[in-house]
């Protein structure tokens, strides 16, 4: 007997470690799918929404031709983010953004226009700088991208012939609309103060600027004697070459209204609907939360847990064959004209466990796949999946409660707590 109660004590602790053991291996296995989703869903949005786009396009200021329209334009873009300050654009080249500024030069570095984080960041004025970009030299910063959105076609100025065919460009702000020409293009080290210290003093600075940048210009113009009357602009971004190399375009700024470039030359919405601006960055207020989808699969794994399928499903097969052997042993034993009441008490309360626990499962099933249909509704009726996927949302809470019902449904139906077949007295009818 001793021998017997150990061997069923090794067996229970088997079983629950067994079960301990299957849990862990299905928690590390939903969080290296929860990262590889995550990984493969943020170079998607990454290369998706490096490009401007049509959506975003029609929130482009217009230029000063139209004054009724200024305020509207500025203020339809501060909707999507109030830290805008104006938008820039190199013409013939996919640089062509909104730009920002952060409280400091490292808050859009991983972070869009529309506040999502995305290894893109976006193009950013340096925190140093005024808001009005009315400092003699403003800096602007993106990152390179090998697929030439963002600052990655900057790189494409050290070609001499690209250089020469791409140096204009415009740049837009509440304050007026500027005309950018190119007069360089440099490699330096992202700890240069020379290129990176943004400070007031215009006069005894420029000439400092102007001798480093003629010693290093890898391409160039004839640098302005004087400081042009806006100031000077510069685009900055890294260099895959070097670690912390960056290759930046020093451009003179003056007033668009005396450029002698036509408008047309601007990339507008309504202009090109087509190209690459059918993808790039999209409007889309819609969100969708890992947690949720987590929740539905959690959900689904409660009503059909595949890892324990046989033992979940074979225990009511179980249950109803050895309810009908045990049927048949009492009308066996009424053909004998043996009395009812004569049964072992052990195989009555049997029975009656066991036919209490079909019910219940029966019910539990249909509980658990309402439950779980439930979800699955619930999810798609309030997550985009193609909008920005986050770890949260305001439905989590509810998500959670549903795959906790679910949960509660199997643990209290699908759970057999009655007397089991092999603790009768009857062991030959085990």
């Known amino acids: 007997m001793k021998t017997g109660k150990g061997m069923k004590l090794l067996n229970q602790i088997a ?6 053991l299957m849990v862990f291996a299905a928690l590390a296995a939903a969080v290296m799918l929860a990262s590889g989703l995550y990984v493969l869903n943020d170079i998607y949005y990454t290369n998706r929404t490096a490009f401007v786009s049509y959506d975003l396009l029609q929130y ?29 654009e190199m013409f013939g080249t996919n640089i062509n953004y909104p730009v920002v500024q952060g409280r400091d030069n490292l808050e859009y570095l991983n972070k869009d226009i529309f506040g999502y984080s995305t290894l893109t960041g976006s193009i950013y004025l340096a925190a140093e700088n005024d808001a009005d970009l009315s400092d003699w030299y403003n800096m602007i910063y993106g990152h390179h991208m090998e697929s030439g959105a963002m600052f990655g076609d900057i790189e494409k100025y050290l070609d001499p012939e690209y250089f020469a065919a791409h140096s204009d460009g415009i740049l837009q702000t509440e304050h007026g609309d500027y005309r950018i020409r190119v007069f360089a293009c440099v490699r330096t080290n992202a700890y240069e103060d020379t290129v990176y210290q943004l400070d007031e003093d215009a006069e005894s600075r420029y000439p400092v600027l102007k001798e480093y940048i003629a010693e290093h210009a890898v391409n160039g113009k004839t640098l302005p004697e004087d400081m042009p009357e806006d100031g000077i602009l510069g685009l900055s971004t890294c260099s895959d070459a070097v670690t912390d190399g960056r290759i930046v375009l020093f451009a003179g700024v003056e007033p668009w209204n005396d450029s002698g470039i036509p408008a047309q030359m601007l990339t507008q919405a309504e202009e090109q609907p087509e190209k690459h601006l059918a993808v790039g960055h999209k409007l889309q207020k819609g969100r969708w939360s890992f947690l949720n989808l987590l929740c539905v699969v959690c959900t689904f794994l409660t009503f059909l847990p595949v890892w324990a399928m046989r033992r979940k499903f074979g225990q009511l097969t179980y249950s109803k064959k050895t309810v ?7 009308d066996d034993a009424k053909q004998k004209q043996d009395a009812p009441a004569n049964q072992p008490e052990e195989t009555e309360k049997l029975l009656h466990d066991l036919k209490h626990f079909l019910k219940k499962s029966k019910t539990g099933i249909l509980l658990e796949a309402v439950i779980f249909g439930v979800s699955a509704a619930v999810f798609l009726l309030t997550e985009d999946l193609t909008g920005r996927m986050g770890i949260r949302d305001r439905w989590t809470g509810l998500m959670i409660l549903i795959a906790a019902a679910a949960l509660a449904a199997d643990i209290i139906c699908l759970r057999y707590r009655g007397r089991r077949p ?9």
């Open 15 to 20: 079983a629950a470690a067994n079960t301990v």
């Open 60 to 88: 482009r200021p217009k230029l000063r031709e139209d004054p009724q329209t200024e305020e509207y334009t500025y203020s339809e873009l501060r909707k999507i983010n109030p830290d805008t300050v104006g938008w820039l």
């Open 324 to 330: 009908n052997r045990l049927e048949k042993q009492a």
């Open 422 to 430: 092999d603790e009768t007295a009857q062991p030959q009818e085990q």
